[in-house]
């Protein structure tokens, strides 16, 4: 799958998942508050019948003679009794709460008004833990529906994704078989009119120089570039390399006598700043590719009567020429494939695509930058 | 210290000695149930400070209107009459009164 649809797929199920599972969080949030809260409630209505309970006894014991009052204790709850002005008159708990300063998360509290006051007390304190065994399973399933309904919708979302992206892997299909063909079909012509150039240029000496002839030549090699980089893409850079010592230099001499006449055809100047024996180990084919996608640019370009500059360092290949430039919205995207910042010249779109290929493929470094109507400069370190 | 101990222990005491004299011996003589009335007093008062302004504004002024038991009470016993005491001393009576019947005193854990 090509990184444009991983792109798009990827986007796609973003914003559909994280649409889906901030409204499923929501929907689980509100029901898990609710039943969290309708627990609780449960068991304070628990909280509640006992603490009528202990009532009716404080009834019974404000009635009693007896000299030694026991008060009543229910189990796994502790209470209190307190006056009127909320002062502590008896009770269970371990310290002496008072009726205001409860804030214990882990605990329910109810308080109960005594009329009439019992024993005195004005109100009666009832607190119990909170049975956390009914809220953790209400957690775990909560959790465990997320988890499935997570998943439900991955699933959902990449069979959508799948279809929500068809329409764009058939055209890309479409155009990957038509490109296919028309390499196909060019090869034949192209090599028969370059050799009949070529042929015609060695019978016939005053014909060479003629305008004409240049012409038909600029042609060629146009298009037998153009060839050979739509062959590169239809093997998806996936052949098998023969990697050489290659002398960078001496290549990027013979390809700029190989671009001449379209240079000269363009008045260009060509500046060359190249280190001898600067020696690449790598596959011709790819170092091909780069140095006539790099020139064949910086020449198509460039402005009738600019320059074109080239170094071949011990580290850097550099190409500049004083060309349109790219805009600075254009430069993130240049690396794509069928990616044109500018249109005025033809080409698919695919040249600095083919050249980012190679320069990852062995861990090369590249880097462009470009001011419109200035020029752009491409910079390959090894 | 024990000087002190003795001391206070004298006043405490004497001071219910006074209440035994001043309230209870009548009590005691009349049998009025003085531990009925008190809880009828916490039933409705709940807190020592509001027993005690009742129980005062009934002692200076005693009426079945003042009083807190019902009508009916005063069938078979008499109405008390005035004792002629000083707001202090009826105070600290009430006081030694409330104590002596105090329900904290008789509550436990079992």
Redesign the interface.
Known sequence: MLSSQNRSLIRFLSIYLISTLMLFALASWLFYSFTKQHLLDQQKDILLYEASHIKSQLREL?QS???????P?AEQIESAIY???K?Y??G?LDERVELHSMDDIDKIYAIVDIE???????YLLVVKNIDLEPITNLENKTLIFMLIATIFFAVLGYFLGGLFIAPMRESIERMNYFIQDATHELNTPISTILTNIEMIESMDKNLKNTQELKRIEIASKTLSRIYDDLAYLNLNHNYHRHIESIEIGLMVEERIEYFRVLAKAKELKIKLDIEPNIVLDIDKNDALRVCDNLISNAIKYNKVGGQLYIQVTQNTLVVEDSGVGINERDLGFILERFRRANKSEGGFGIGLNIVNHVVRNYGFDLQISSQQNQGTKVVIRW | MVKVVTIVSFVIVSLFADLQKSCLACHEKEQIPSELIYKRYLLKYSTPKNIEEAMLRYLKSPTKTTSIMPPQFFLKFPMKTEIGLDDDTLRVNIELYMKKFDIKKRLYYR
């Open positions: 404000h003679h007896s000299n030694r009052l026991i008060y204790v006056d009127l002005d002062r008159i008896f269970t009439p006051h019992y024993l005195g007390a004005a």
